[in-house]
T-cell receptor, first 109, second 113 residues
Framework: AQRVTQPEKLLSVFKGAPVELKCNYS??????LFWYVQYSRQRLQLLLR??SRESIKGFTADLNKGETSFHLKKPFAQEEDSAMYYC???????????FGQGTRLTINP | EAQVTQNPRYLITVTGKKLTVTCSQN?????MSWYRQDPGLGLRQIYY???????DKGDVPEGYKVSRKEKRNFPLILESPSPNQTSLYFC????????????FGEGSRLTVL
């Protein structure tokens, strides 16, 4: 079975502090992992995907197959990072994304 | 503007009264999908469509129907809504399959009394 777990429903950090949103997954094969973000009054949108190995808005995420994790990190949080973040997984050949429950990130000034 | 449009955005209805939530995309995407979002459960896929006249069940298809007669439209039909279908619904589309980025609609909040 495919499962994505985001252990923190809420995460609050101060501006300028490092932030890490945790994502753990359960999947026996080689998954594709994504982070989606929903800013206030905006649509859910792709933030980054692990195969791209890119940094978007200062965020990075590394797929750790040994720990089955795909944590999202940013060294210095900004107020505009406040949003709802969803980790998602696509299994090999699957035509769906399996989403985690989401983490609401609040950056305090 | 390239986007996915859902209607209605908000709806309160009663048990058993058939309703349709429309979804339209103007990006010529082949793939479209419906998700529902419930507290503590994240987003769960209801149905998806790889192309016109090609639809398939997702994880929670019970109580729903879909159709894909045109590439741009993918309506979600609740033939006989029940209170457990009270939820926030999202339509999404993508170029081909789900290998790329999913583009989401703004969501439709449905309450079934």
């Amino acid at each position: 079975a495919q499962r994505v777990t985001q252990p923190e429903k809420l995460l609050s950090v101060f501006k300028g502090a490092p932030v890490e949103l945790k994502c753990n997954y359960s999947y026996s094969g080689s998954p594709e992992l994504f982070w989606y973000v929903q800013y206030s009054r905006q649509r859910l949108q792709l933030l980054l995907r692990h195969i791209s190995r890119e940094s978007i808005k200062g965020f990075t995420a590394d797929l750790n197959k040994g720990e089955t994790s795909f944590h999202l990190k940013k060294p210095f949080a900004q107020e505009e990072d406040s949003a709802m973040y969803y980790c998602a997984l696509r299994g090999q050949g699957a035509q769906k994304l399996v989403f985690g429950q989401g983490t609401r990130l609040t950056i305090n000034p | 503007e390239a986007q996915v449009t859902q209607n209605p955005r908000y709806l309160i209805t009663v048990t058993g009264k058939k309703l349709t939530v429309t979804c339209s995309q103007n990006m010529n995407h082949e793939y479209m999908s419906w998700y529902r979002q419930d507290p503590g459960l994240g987003l769960r896929q209801i149905y998806y469509s790889m192309n016109v006249e090609v639809t398939d069940k997702g994880d929670v298809p019970e109580g729903y129907k879909v159709s894909r007669k045109e590439k741009r439209n993918f309506p979600l039909i609740l033939e006989s809504p029940s209170p457990n279908q009270t939820s926030l619904y999202f339509c999404a589309s993508s170029w081909t399959g789900i290998t790329g980025e999913l583009f989401f609609g703004e969501g439709s909040r449905l309450t079934v009394l």
